[in-house]
């Protein structure tokens, strides 16, 4: 980024499926930012501290060397939302991460579909108000 620091997310599942066919990660980004790579308090990787809403992407992040992993932690209380929901613009439906129907929206509301690693970071600069960068 460029202000030289650094944002945290975490692997919440490896099993969720994208279009009900395409396995991939479910992923969040925590508001927390940090000068060091160093892993942050466990209150600031919690479910109540998305930056932006969970996103399900494939393993191109961390082979392309965008995502790093830099820890393996158990999952406690309050880690993970209680329902996950995503939205699908061409259906007008919303879904969990496993592509099952539900009756109506359940906050925080991600897309649908596969996030690349230019998506996943257009949404967190612009969340952040960092200009992000030019498609060539």
């Not at 509301?109 to 952040?128: C, H, K, P």
Request: proline share 10%; with cysteine.
């Amino acid at each position: 980024m460029p202000d030289d620091k650094y944002s945290f997310g975490r692997v919440v599942s490896t099993s969720a499926m994208v279009g009900g066919r395409n396995p991939s990660q479910l992923i969040y980004v925590f508001k927390i930012r940090s000068a060091s790579k160093d892993l942050p308090e466990r209150s600031e990787l919690r479910s109540d501290r998305l930056l932006v809403p969970p996103m399900m992407t494939n393993l191109l992040p961390w082979s392309r060397g965008y995502l790093e992993t830099i820890a393996h932690l158990p999952f406690e209380s309050g880690d993970i939302l209680p329902q996950h929901c995503f939205y699908d613009s061409f259906f007008r439906k919303y879904f969990d991460e496993l592509g099952n129907d539900l009756p109506c929206p359940a906050e925080p509301v991600g897309e649908l579909g596969l996030q690349s690693f230019r998506t996943i970071d257009d949404a967190v600069s612009m969340e952040l108000g960092i200009p992000i960068v030019p498609e060539d």
